[in-house]
């Protein structure tokens, strides 16, 4: 067999790492990623690089684009900072997803409840509904977890789709617009329902609430002792037992925050972009949201970051539909890139080195 | 700690350098570009499709017309976008594409109507056209076929066919025109087979290739024979194949997925009218309407009939779709029942355009419910 030379090669955990892989570590993954795809679109007979300066140009080559690409990572933003709380505390939620639509859930409630409040009163009560139910959604699975120690993991999942289905139910039921002709959406949401926007484009008000959460958080987490707990029970919950902190209540809590704020995310959503309530609201977004938090290391400040990157892929991919790339391709393109970028990780912590391994 | 917070900082950078330097590039290339537009006779007509051209059914349908538009049109250049969710992506689609110097937009799905309307007022010097639904503005008009005339023919075929005398119907959303639909193939099936039954299935949703086949096996399971369906993929016609059962497809002629199935299939055929719109636009006498063109125009047909069809039930078609075609007769003449037996049009009175766009009650002979909007 002519595998002997790759049986070889084996992966070794680092001691340290240089500030120079860490550097080159995303850096060559990102560029691997697109001489990969490069390859395949190459292969039907486009120019790659072509596509690539088309994607960002419409994702940050206008003024629109750029607007468009805010828009789109806003509910990324909010859901990403909600779930690196919970992974600080090695609390893997996976639900955001459904704690998002709980949450638009919740704020469709208080809409359709109240239309002729005014917005200085609607919005804040839209707010704390969306928050209410999405974080009751994240703390449902939070309390086996915390009693019973059953995995969140699975629970917070399955989830999804009943919190997804009980939002189809509403808008085909229950909910739908005597007006629709029986297309199921909400009736449209009135004015006082709806979050203001910034001058013509569909940025929202989410983006405070976004940069807000995600300077809170950098504040909590770094110069408070309950942040200081969470950290500690994330890395040793025995640790944090012995040293008196309460591991159960910060269970519960953290997974209430999380999913409030996949809750919120929820409410900017039908607030601001589809003014109602209706089936697909997220592509996705809370699912996107567990690869940001985890790129970004769960820090505060590089979850914006890496929201609006996420942000500008996913509207560069509809641009590039219009120079004639189908809808598969350009979801090819984005899964590749991603695929290298998460796959490139584990080299920054292991490194691969030829030789005999030790003990084998 | 530290050294994650260093390697973050680092990360960022270069993924800031390497934004910025591409989005340097990329603007360059676009005022290279900016030039070359706007020359000659040209147009530029963009189709947005809910589903992938793929999906061999009503996309591919479109897109179909649309090449023959491209054929018949030198001179038009065309811009698709594909599997545009009917949501918020939906809206910045449509102003991408109005902002890029299409003058002409066909959005080809139900649920594009109120970023149309949205995306319209910002762009009145775009036509947009938007298929199967009712709002319209001075830019803004709406198209669709009276494929109500070949879902009847359709039914006559299924009700001949039905061993069982079931017939399932896997259905999408509950909006009029499912329902129209619906209710037009029952009013076939009933006429050669007063014994058969409808039975309908929702879906909600126009495009889930598994969720379609789920439910037409769900029909199979409950003693169906015939398949009938409005979505868009033939999946419940691959159902209906796998257990040696029967199909009416739709869209296009779906025979080639499910050869032994598929008895015949209600058709669309766009090309004429896309030529017929981009033509009006261009000269300038295109007015906003609400296009809801018959057999006769030739934009919906039934597909040729599968071995399996038999003389007879050829030539009773061909019979009915000669009225049809002559405007003789309309499929909702009455009488005609309610489920619950309650006459709702009249012996010889026909209904009207107004209220076969609003159907919301099914006719004696369908087993199924529509979902109501408040109880």
């Known amino acids: 067999m002519g595998n002997s030379w790759f049986s070889r090669w084996h992966f070794e955990k680092r001691e340290t790492t240089s500030n120079l892989v860490l550097v080159m570590v995303p850096v060559l993954s990102v560029v691997i990623g697109l001489i990969f795809t490069g390859l395949f679109i190459a292969l039907t007979g486009k120019d790659p690089l072509e596509v690539y300066l088309l994607m960002f140009d419409g994702a940050f080559g206008s003024a629109y684009g750029i607007s468009e690409t805010i828009v789109k990572s806003i509910p990324l933003l909010i859901c990403a900072l909600g779930?690196?709380?919970?992974?600080?505390?090695?609390?893997?939620?996976?639900?955001?997803?459904?704690?998002?639509?709980?949450?638009?859930?919740?704020?469709?409630?208080?809409?359709?409840?109240?239309?002729?409040?005014?917005a200085y009163q609607l919005l804040p009560v839209m707010m704390v509904a969306g928050f209410l139910a999405g974080g009751l959604w994240g703390l449902l699975p939070a309390i086996p977890r915390a009693y019973f120690k059953v995995n969140e993991t699975i629970t917070t999942l399955l989830m999804n789709y009943i919190a997804i289905l009980w939002?189809?139910?509403?808008?085909?039921?229950?909910?739908?617009?005597?007006?629709?002709?029986?297309?199921?959406?909400?009736?449209?949401?009135?004015?006082?329902?709806?979050?203001?926007?910034?001058?013509?484009?569909?940025?929202?008000?989410?983006?405070?609430?976004?940069?807000?959460?995600?300077?809170?958080?950098?504040?909590?987490?770094?110069?408070?002792?309950?942040g200081f707990e969470i950290r500690v029970s994330g890395e040793s919950p025995a640790a944090a037992r012995y040293a008196g902190m309460n591991y159960v209540k910060n269970i519960l809590l953290v997974m209430f925050i999380s999913g409030g704020l996949a809750g919120l995310a929820g409410m900017t959503e039908v607030s601001a972009i589809t003014q109602r309530l209706q089936h697909g609201i997220s592509p996705g977004y809370?699912?996107?949201?567990?690869?940001?938090?985890?790129?970004?290391?769960?820090?505060?400040?590089?979850?914006?970051?890496?929201?609006?990157?996420?942000?500008?892929?996913?509207?560069?991919?509809y641009s590039i539909q219009t120079s004639g790339f189908s809808s598969t391709t350009v979801s090819m393109l984005q899964g590749a890139i991603l695929f290298f970028v998460v796959g490139g990780e584990i080299f920054v912590n292991y490194r691969l080195v030829r030789g005999e391994k030790g003990g084998k | 700690m530290k050294l994650t917070r260093k390697y973050l900082f680092m990360f960022l950078s270069i993924l800031l350098i390497l934004s910025v330097a591409v989005v340097g590039c990329g603007g360059g290339k676009q005022a290279?570009?900016?030039?070359?537009?706007?020359?000659?006779?040209?147009?530029?007509?963009?189709?947005?499709?809910?589903?992938?051209?793929?999906?061999?059914?009503?996309?591919?349908?479109?897109?179909?017309?649309?090449?023959?538009?491209?054929?018949?049109?030198?001179?038009?250049?065309?811009?698709?976008?594909?599997?545009?969710?009917?949501?918020?992506?939906?809206?910045?689609?449509?102003?991408?594409?109005?902002?890029?110097?299409?003058?002409?937009?066909?959005?080809?799905?139900?649920?594009?109507?109120?970023?149309?309307?949205?995306?319209?007022?910002?762009?009145?010097?775009v036509v947009f056209l938007h298929?199967?639904?009712?709002?319209?503005?001075?830019?803004?008009?709406?198209?669709?076929?009276?494929?109500?005339?070949?879902?009847?023919?359709?039914?006559?075929?299924a009700g001949k066919q039905t061993q069982t005398n079931l017939i399932g119907y896997v259905a999408a959303m509950p909006i009029p025109e499912v329902i129209r639909g619906i209710n037009a193939f029952t009013l076939g099936v009933k006429e050669v087979n007063p014994k058969a039954t409808v039975k309908v299935v929702w879906t909600n949703t126009w495009y889930d290739p598994a969720k379609e086949k789920d439910a037409a096996k769900s029909l199979l399971d409950a003693n169906c024979d015939v398949i009938a369906q409005h979505q868009d993929t033939?999946?419940?016609?691959?159902?209906?194949?796998?257990?040696?059962?029967?199909?009416?497809?739709?869209?296009?002629?779906?025979?080639?997925?499910?050869?032994?199935?598929?008895?015949?299939?209600?058709?669309?055929?766009?090309?004429?009218?896309?030529?017929?719109?981009v033509k009006a636009v261009m000269d300038k006498t295109w007015k906003s309407e609400q296009y809801w063109g018959p057999m006769s125009d030739n934009i919906i047909d039934l597909a040729p009939f599968g071995p399996m069809v038999g003389e007879d039930t050829k030539a009773l078609v061909a019979k009915k779709k000669d009225t049809i075609l002559k405007g003789q007769w309309d499929v909702f003449t009455g009488p005609i029942k309610d489920q619950q037996g309650q006459v709702k049009v009249q012996e010889g009175q026909k209904m009207t355009d107004k209220e076969m766009l609003g159907f919301d009650w099914f006719v004696q002979g369908v087993d199924g419910t529509i979902p109501s909007a408040k109880q």
Not at chain 2, 56 to 81: C, F
């Open chain 2, 32 to 125: 290279s570009n900016a030039p070359a537009a706007g020359s000659g006779d040209k147009i530029k007509v963009a189709f947005v499709y809910v589903g992938p051209v793929g999906d061999a059914g009503w996309s591919y349908s479109h897109d179909q017309g649309r090449q023959y538009l491209v054929k018949e049109m030198p001179n038009v250049e065309t811009t698709v976008v594909e599997s545009v969710p009917e949501g918020a992506d939906a809206e910045r689609v449509l102003t991408e594409l109005a902002s890029k110097g299409n003058k002409v937009i066909f959005a080809t799905s139900f649920g594009y109507m109120d970023y149309v309307e949205k995306v319209a007022k910002k762009f009145p010097d």
């Open chain 2, 234 to 277: 033939p999946a419940p016609m691959q159902a209906a194949e796998e257990r040696g059962k029967f199909g009416i497809g739709y869209n296009t002629d779906m025979s080639k997925f499910a050869p032994k199935a598929v008895l015949t299939s209600p058709v669309w055929n766009w090309g004429p009218y896309y030529v017929k719109t």
């Open chain 1, 167 to 226: 939002v189809d139910y509403l808008v085909v039921g229950p909910w739908k617009d005597p007006k629709s002709f029986n297309f199921p959406i909400s009736p449209q949401f009135t004015e006082g329902a709806i979050l203001p926007t910034l001058g013509t484009s569909r940025i929202h008000m989410g983006l405070v609430f976004g940069v807000v959460v995600a300077l809170l958080l950098y504040i909590v987490l770094n110069y408070t002792r309950w």
């Open chain 1, 83 to 118: 779930l690196s709380i919970a992974f600080r505390m090695q609390l893997w939620n996976i639900g955001a997803e459904g704690q998002l639509y709980m949450g638009a859930f919740g704020a469709t409630w208080a809409a359709l409840t109240f239309p002729d409040w005014p």
């Open chain 2, 131 to 157: 298929a199967t639904g009712f709002k319209t503005a001075s830019n803004v008009g709406t198209y669709f076929g009276r494929e109500y005339q070949a879902r009847y023919l359709s039914g006559l075929v």
């Open chain 1, 286 to 317: 809370g699912y996107s949201a567990i690869i940001i938090a985890w790129l970004a290391r769960l820090h505060p400040a590089a979850i914006v970051l890496v929201s609006v990157i996420f942000g500008g892929m996913l509207v560069g991919g």
